[in-house]
C-alpha cells in the first residue's frame, strides 16, 4: 500500500485534507472568492475538494488543479460530473511545482501542502508566479503553538510559532487579510478521522493483504499524534495579498 492509497483511505471521511470544518473552508472561500467569477488554481489539490466546493459556492467561478496523485484526479473528475460542475473544472496530473500555466488566477490554494514546495515561504513564492494583478493566496500551514520537542521538529519539521510564521510572510511581501487558526476541535477531529477511517477500512477488510499494513499505519499515527505533536503543533489558513507589485 503505497502513501497514495494510504491518504485516500485516511480521508474517506474528512475530504478536507487539512484540520479545517466546513464552516471554516466556506467562510475562507468566500473572502478569497469576493465576486464571484474568479478563475481558480489549487497548486497540490488532492481530491479536488477545495475546488469543488468554490465550484460550488460560486457558479461563475473556474477552477483548475495540479496533483501527482492520479486516482486522487480521477476521484476529483467523478465527483465534479456528479455534482454538475465537470465543465469547469481541469485537472493537470504533474509536479505542482512545476507546473505552468498560459494564464494567472485570481485565487491560488496551497493549503496543507506547502512541503511540496520545500516549505511556507518557496509555496507562496510559486504562488506568485500564477497570481493575477488584484489577486489572492489562500495557504496553510503547521505553526508550533508551544516549546516542540526534538522528536516533534524531526517529524514534522522547521516549524515556526505563529507571530514567526506571520512575521515571515508579511517579510516576504506579503499583506494578511483574512486568516483562520484551526481549533482543538477542528485539530482532534482531524486526527481522529484521519486514524480511525483507515482503522475501519482495515478492520472492514480483515482479508486484503494491506489490511495489516494500514492497521500498523493507523496506530503509529495516532501514537505519534497523542504523543509527540498533539499539544503544540498548530495550523494556520491565511488569505494573503501582494504586499506591492
Avoid at 502513501?3 to 468566500?30: F, M
Avoid at 516533534?152 to 486568516?179: N, S
Wanted: charged content about 25%; overall charge negative.
Amino acid at each position: 500500500m503505497d502513501r497514495e492509497q494510504i491518504s485516500r483511505l485516511a480521508h474517506a471521511d474528512h475530504p478536507i485534507a487539512a484540520p479545517l470544518d466546513d464552516a471554516s473552508v466556506r467562510r475562507l472561500l468566500e473572502y478569497g472568492l469576493p465576486r464571484g467569477d474568479e478563475c481558480v488554481l489549487d497548486l497540490g489539490c488532492g481530491g479536488g475538494e477545495w475546488l469543488l466546493r468554490a465550484l460550488d459556492m460560486r457558479p461563475g467561478t473556474r477552477a483548475v488543479g495540479v496533483d501527482l496523485a492520479e486516482s486522487s484526479l480521477a476521484r476529483a473528475r467523478r465527483t465534479a460530473l456528479q455534482r454538475g460542475v465537470g465543465e469547469r473544472l481541469v485537472l493537470h496530473h504533474q509536479d505542482a511545482a512545476r507546473f505552468a500555466a498560459p494564464h494567472t488566477f485570481d485565487l491560488v490554494l496551497c493549503v496543507g501542502a506547502t512541503h511540496a514546495f520545500g516549505g511556507l515561504l518557496p509555496a507562496l513564492a510559486a504562488a506568485r508566479t500564477h497570481l493575477a494583478p488584484g489577486g489572492r493566496v489562500l495557504v496553510g500551514d503547521g505553526f508550533w503553538e508551544r516549546e516542540p520537542s526534538p522528536e516533534a521538529v524531526e517529524l514534522l519539521g522547521d516549524l515556526a510559532d505563529l507571530p514567526t510564521t506571520v512575521d515571515r510572510v508579511v517579510a516576504d511581501g506579503w499583506t494578511p487579510v483574512q486568516g483562520h487558526v484551526s481549533t482543538r476541535r477542528e485539530l482532534d477531529d482531524y486526527e481522529w478521522s484521519w486514524t480511525g477511517s483507515l482503522a475501519s477500512w482495515a478492520l472492514d477488510h480483515p482479508g486484503d493483504p494491506d489490511s495489516p499494513q494500514a492497521l500498523d499505519t493507523a496506530a503509529v499515527h495516532r501514537d505519534e499524534w497523542l504523543r509527540v505533536y498533539r499539544d503544540v503543533m498548530g495550523f494556520v489558513c491565511l488569505v494573503l495579498r501582494p504586499t506591492s507589485g
